[in-house]
């Protein structure tokens, strides 16, 4: 017999923010594929590895990308496996893994990360949109991209966002040809593209230099267990191999990263490359089509932000204070906040919060395959897990500890020389993994699933 989930009068039935979502409320692998493929798209993946070029080398960045995916592609298998074992979200592993402060921490850094992108990737398109048309203040397009962003996430995963993302994706691959192609007849081939480097010859450890710059994006682990949730059981191997995996990767960085190495190494750029720059070279070539595909691009990839962005500041508030509201309005809100940060000098400031909110996503993450090897032969299913989720403590100390102080490790290390600062996400990695295992160890007798 299986046991149901009871959902509170006030508890959003197709986001399950409070509970694992049942195996009969999951969705075919195909609208989630089209809902997930939308963080493929981001002007991010083209521009950030042309970036890395300039000053690590065109060889180091495919190298360091080549081991990325690999990287990528095995972590999110394993995390995909048990997101659609157990139906649990983010802030529901971590309430019972750390406790419920130690969830409320997991779904602000969470919420607050996605914001950022959003904010950045909303960015792109609003200044996209004033360079085509410059007589429109920038603050005017910051505002018309938060007006249609927020609609786009009122529905939910399963029948709304999959089914835009699914009509967008075929103009997203097109946009990538036709860039290519208008390159091409228009400048030429060139194999200067191969060829970037700095004047005074590539790092000899540029690869792995790019290697953990990426490991800056980890939040894409945390991206995978919400989407993958959603997923059915009789799925799993596609979206853990295939979906989430390493056919995923393989796109969103190797061939994103060639093609933006090649557009950047062969379109003549005033100013340097950059996301933002990049995107005023594809206009100055593409012309309105450039805007399209920018705008195709940039708003696939924002409705995960602003979706991921709102479920988990719904989930904050739930856990912190008990405040129950429809996902709609945690939606507004979020527009709310990505439109004053907009109004900011975004591009000075985001980076550098990113890279100290990373070190904590990086713990969560290699404390969270800590806890998938130790639970990889539990029978729990979205039904028990719920029953769990209700007693779990106010705070599991020792497990949250090894969180903080992970997290302590690599925020030290990025205050240090810029050697040593290269070193602090693996460092953090090592660490969180290593005390979270040793405090298994030592607190063997108690359940692995079940908190302090």
Known sequence: MTTKIELSPNEDHEDFAAVPVPYNERMGKVGLTMAWWALCSAMFWLMVPATLALTLGTRNVLIGLALSTVVFATINAAITRFSIRTGLSVAQFSQLVFGKVGARLATLIFCATAIYYAVFEGSVIAVAIHAYWPGLELKWAYLIVVCYSVPLV???????????NGFLLPFYLIGIVLAVGMT???YGY?????????????????????????MGVWILMMYTWDFARLGRRED????AKV???????????????VVGIFIAGTIPLEGGISEVSAVLGLLKLMGLAGLAFVWVSQTRINTANFYLASVNLEAFFQSAFGIYLNRIVWAVVVGVIVYVLMLQNVFHFILQALAYQGTFVVAWVAIALVHIYMMRGSPDTPATLADQLGRAPLAANFALAAWLVSSGVGIL??????S??????????VVGALLYALNSRLRSGLAPSVAD
Request: charged letters at 10%; hydrophobic letters at 55%.
């Open 236 to 239: 799993t191997e596609y979206h």
């Open 154 to 164: 009122f529905g939910s995963v399963q029948h709304f966002i999959d089914k835009f």
């Open 184 to 186: 091409l007849a228009e």
């Open 190 to 214: 060139s194999d200067a593209w191969l060829k970037l480097g700095p004047a005074a010859g590539a790092p000899e450890d540029g690869w792995w230099q790019c290697f953990t710059y990426f």
């Open 413 to 418: 290390m990025l205050q240090a020389s810029a």
């Open 420 to 429: 040593v600062a290269a070193w602090s996400a693996p460092a953090t990695a």
């Open 243 to 257: 979906n989430f995996g390493i056919v995923f990767y393989v796109f969103t960085f190797m061939l994103n990263a």
